[in-house]
């Protein structure tokens, strides 16, 4: 596909998360996992979050702010609390439901340390240097510390406490999910039978690659091309008017082309199927320009964010709201990660935990 387009499919047979066939409660445990970044931008929110919303009907799911993972790479402590609780408002404000899926943050349940460690020990250090993620982090690194060699156990560590058989990720993460399944197989291999743990399937989000506004790259924070879900309404319309278009169109008398318009792309996300079929039809046959595109576009998108801003609101209004949702996911978690830790320990040949 043309990387114009505002949305790329990585690969054709990429799933989605959505699951077929009948619904029955919890069919799977599902866990995933997102660092925290701040607020989060319509790239995430189109490509991950919406299906962590969907999922929660469907299974037993854990969400959980990686912050054990943010601090592999370098940042300001002072300003890592705020990252955590913008991301958690957000993730509420789109939709994550307390009372159907549990959110936590990761530094809040202490296990998630200890059982990396532990999974460590059967992690094979080629593997780990060969990982995509490692190599290029680290070529940008000043110096490699230890834990961004060994993260993805951490993840492996992350999705087995639960005892995860799903984990929704983007195609970045196939393989530390390999990874975490080679690490079930050789903690079965050597500690197993009955097996402990069972090795977690990935659950393709929709394969939606959402590109920057330049439409060029992947939207990012870093790279600067994006629209927040916290952008006011005259910062939308700034942004989307900014644009890229289609490299074919330079007069609004030349014929569009909808399929390869950055613009047109995002529309149906955010329009009804029959304003999308008539701004196309209207771009093809040149009697929309570009301009009156976008500007639709944008009133599109700040009406569509409008009641997850809401909410926002609403969330940060409730003084200590949103940390007591985070203690209570976190009990919640404990408990399930305690459990596996004993099962852990005893496999292991250590002595039970006092008390
Ligand atoms: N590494 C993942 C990412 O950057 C985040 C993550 C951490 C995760 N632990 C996980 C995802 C466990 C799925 C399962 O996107």
């Keep these: 596909m043309d990387s114009k387009q505002a949305v790329s499919s990585p690969s054709p047979d990429a799933g989605t998360a959505k699951t077929e066939g009948p619904k029955a409660p919890h069919r799977e445990v599902v866990f995933s996992g997102m660092q925290p970044s701040g607020g989060f931008h319509i790239g995430n929110y189109l490509g991950a979050v919406r299906d962590w919303v969907t999922l929660q009907d469907q299974h037993r799911c854990f969400y959980c702010v990686v912050d054990l993972h943010a601090i592999t790479q370098p940042y300001d402590p002072l300003a890592m609390r705020a990252r955590v609780m913008d991301m958690a408002v957000e993730l509420l404000a789109c939709g994550i439901d307390p009372n159907r899926a549990t959110l936590f943050v990761q530094s ?138 289609d490299e074919l169109r330079l007069r609004k008398k030349d014929p569009g082309h909808p399929e390869s318009c950055y613009v047109c792309g995002l529309e149906p996300f955010f329009m009804s199927a029959d304003k999308v079929a008539e701004f196309h039809e209207g771009c093809r046959s040149a009697k929309i320009g570009c301009i009156d595109s976008k500007r639709a576009l944008a009133e599109a998108i700040i009406s569509h964010l409008q009641p997850i801003q809401e909410r926002k609101r609403e969330l940060l209004a409730k003084p200590g709201f949103v940390e007591e949702i985070l203690r209570d996911g976190a009990a919640q978690a404990r408990k399930v990660a305690a459990q596996t830790m004993v099962e852990v320990r005893d496999r292991l040949g250590f002595l039970p935990l006092p008390g």
Excluded at 145 to 158: E, I, K, S, W
Excluded at 171 to 196: C, K, S, Y
């Design 108 to 245: 809040q349940v202490p296990e998630h340390a200890e059982l990396a460690w532990v999974l460590s020990t059967l992690a094979p250090y080629g593997e780990l240097s060969r990982m995509t993620q490692f190599k290029e982090k680290g070529e940008r690194a000043e110096y490699i510390n230890c834990g961004l060699f060994t993260y993805p156990v951490l993840m492996a560590a992350d999705i087995l406490l639960y005892k995860a058989t799903r984990v929704p990720v983007g195609e970045d993460q196939i393989q530390h999910l390999e990874l975490t399944r080679e690490i079930v197989r050789r903690f079965n291999g050597r500690f197993g039978e009955p097996a402990v743990f069972s090795e977690p399937l990935p659950m393709h989000r929709s394969p939606l690659r959402i590109m920057g506004l330049d439409g060029k790259q992947k939207m990012s924070k870093s790279l600067g091309n994006y629209v927040a879900i916290s952008d006011e309404p005259d910062v939308i319309r700034k942004k989307i008017s900014g644009a890229f278009t």
